[in-house]
């Protein structure tokens, strides 16, 4: 199993940005994607999880407003759309996967629940 995150980078308060999350070495579509944040000396924090063919999406409660996942199994690809980005949005940003098909549930929130995870890439909001 293999997650290659990209698309961070250096943007300016209230742009945008979209992670892409590229899976290999797994049936892609079977399984769930999560989206997670961090910053150096806190816990690692939940954004979104989609579900397996996408039908079914959860967001941390204060992350619905701007943050959209999404996925294409074609392309074995996951989406995280940020927008009006914050300083306080600098962080390095994750995916992963759980080991255990779920149906359409995934959790949003929890990292344990994740088995899997990419390298992370770094998204920093400055002027």
């Known amino acids: 199993v293999q997650l290659q995150a990209s698309g961070g980078g250096l943007v300016q308060p209230g742009g945008s940005l979209r992670l892409s999350c590229v899976a290999s070495?797994?049936?892609?579509?079977?399984?769930?994607v999560g989206w997670f944040r961090q910053v150096p000396g806190k816990e690692r924090e939940g954004i979104s999880c989609i579900s397996g063919r996408g039908g079914t999406t959860y967001y941390a409660d204060s992350m619905k407003d701007r943050f959209t996942i999404s996925r294409d199994n074609a392309k074995n690809t996951a989406y995280l759309r940020m927008n009006t980005l914050e300083p306080e949005d600098t962080a390095v940003y994750y995916c992963?996967?759980?080991?255990?098909?779920?149906?359409?549930?995934?959790?949003?929130?929890?990292?344990?629940?994740?088995?899997?995870w990419g390298q992370g890439t770094l998204v920093t909001v400055s002027s």
């Open positions: 070495g797994f049936t892609f579509e079977n399984y769930a």
């Open positions: 992963a996967v759980p080991k255990a098909r779920s149906g359409n549930y995934c959790s949003p929130r929890t990292p344990t629940w994740y088995d899997y």
